[in-house]
């Protein structure tokens, strides 16, 4: 494996755990096992290999500054609801947007359209059924379908417009592009945004905010650990996890097996047996007296029962396929019985004496006549020779196909007429008639060839089979099961070899996954602060006069055990882990917001803005008031553009006096989409 120079670069972090890890003290083994869960699957295959995994160099992680970015126009034509080409302008900057409008506005349209544009999926597409995949196009525009947003990054001179269009009939079918301030085009990759538009995602949806708390558990496990840049780290602690979990399930195999191994042995009166469970229940484990025990399995005449073996496998030719061969050999011999005499038979033999003479006079040019009948061979011979050819081979063509087919026939049953297996004694019934089976091989007749195949073909077959049935009646093992005893007792010898190397290497790999949780604990705990004690915050203005306390959250577990623990107490009652099992609908959408607003907020995020599609599904007006005030006091800090058809939050925003741009948009029966001011 090649030196690396690098820190892993599948999490954030990195460089603080490894420097961590040079600090540990830990045996070189163990920072091999934590090192190669960094790199990955393969590094880990190389490590359980025997391979040495070399330690990265450390190097400091340097951080610019973070060119935010906020949208400043939606552009949409022929996507889903909106037909005619339809925008949305924005002032870019922090701010709150609330479009409002009713069911099958268009609302959702453009906010799948931005996020299309920028990330060219949304993942409410992939829970839809086929039909909605067959009709995502606009029904009333058809002239071209295309979303674009511009977005206006910090120190740019102007907005950078990021745009795709469909061609296809897939929803898949997108070609994009980046169209810089300057002009200048490039594709999407150019934009660098991959891995911060998974860990940031500016788009929330109502059914991503379902999903956030009363989904899978690994799920919200994964958008936190994205979020937090742990993602990486949680890869490599599940990676090493499975390792350990494999060698363990190595070293426990052969223990789980002897108690039923000693019981069948018990059962066997062969010496053999009785041997091999005195040394199995010894207190010394003698590896080498077992490995002789179980190799001891054959009859008194091992050579004998390795021919038994075989021929209880032996293959002979399908009756099939002897049947074909004797077909074509006749069919073969009949053309060439009506051919014979025939013009072209004669044009044939002439045919193949003038491509005799002409092939000697290319081999040898020098030689100018001909060594059978001392003929002149001249270029005046040649240009008749070939003359004559041109005209002879029409003549011949079917004689030729006639020969062509008989040598073909031949060689199929040449074939066929293989030589017996060098084991098979030449004295047995068997042998005897195989040995008249290859003899055929020299016939050139066909019909006698075909009698041949056909006749002893037949009488082959019948003594393979008589011999295999022979052969698995003498192979019935004659010291009561030994054999297949020998042979359990073999398998479980390796397997209790491979448990002893799986032992010693799992001491070192456990030794490394226990430090690599423990520093993953830290991570977490530090990274997951912040952002829970924003939740609780989001949370707590949410709530209102609810009795339902936020105090938590962390993650726990690791692979298919992941999930997180979100704590709250109940009328002051604290401890109590089963949130979902104590939240109404609308809860469970505030408790998503409160979970998923903070990431908006985060330093490193480079997306200045967040779109928000239908939040307040279920939530009462309460509920609805305090969505109102927390999402004001987020727009002074980011751009927050929400499309509802809910006018409760625009009354709660004007009603409480908060600084919100309040629009209405419209959508006429011909999917004509238009954006008016104010609330409708």
Known sequence: MAKVTRVPETFEGGTALLDALARSGLPREVRSWITAALWGEDALTARLNGEHIPEPETEPVVTGNIRRSYLTRISVQGFRGIGRPAELDFRPGPGLTVIVGRNGSGKSSFAEAAEAALTGRNPRWDAMPTGWHDGWRNLHYDERTEASVDIHIAG????????????GESVRSARGEVVRPNGEVSPLRTLEWGENLVRYRPFLSYDELGRTVSGRSAELYDTLTTLLGLSGLAEAERRLAKVCDGLARRRDRPSRELRRLLDELRESDDPRAHQAVQLLTASYFDMDALRRIAADDGPRDPEQHVVLRRLRRLAVPERALIADVVNELRGAAMELAMAAGSKGDHAHGVVRLLEQALEHHQRH?????????????????????????????PQAAVVAAAYERAEAARDQARFLLSPAPSWLPPESDLGQVWALWESGADITDLGELADHVEGVGRRLRAAAVSARREASERLEDPTGGWAELAERLSGWLDD?????????????????LNWLTEQAGILRAERLGPVAAQAEQVWYRLRQERYIDLQGMRLIGRGARRRVEVEVAVDGVEDQTSAPG?????????LALSI???????????????????????????TVEGLAAVLAEVGGHRQVIVFTHDTRLSDALRTLGLPAD?????????????ISEGAA
Request: net charge negative; hydrophobic share 40%.
């Open 156 to 167: 740019d001179e102007g907005p950078t417009r990021i745009s795709r269009r469909w061609t």
């Open 365 to 393: 040019p020098t030689d100018t006549t001909c060594p059978t009948c001392s003929a002149p061979l001249g270029a005046d011979w040649v240009r008749r020779a070939n003359s004559q050819l041109r005209a002879l081979r």
């Open 582 to 590: 104590l939240l109404s609908q609308g809860e469970f959408q505030a």
């Open 662 to 674: 309040i629009r209405t948009i419209n959508r006429d029966a011909m999917s004509n989409v238009w």
């Open 596 to 622: 998923c607003l903070p990431r908006t907020l985060l330093e490193g995020n480079p997306f200045g803005f967040l779109v928000l599609d239908d939040p307040v599904q279920a939530m009462d007006t309460e």
């Open 496 to 512: 209790a070899q491979d448990a002893l190397a799986a032992r010693d290497t799992l001491v070192g790999a456990e030794a490394a």
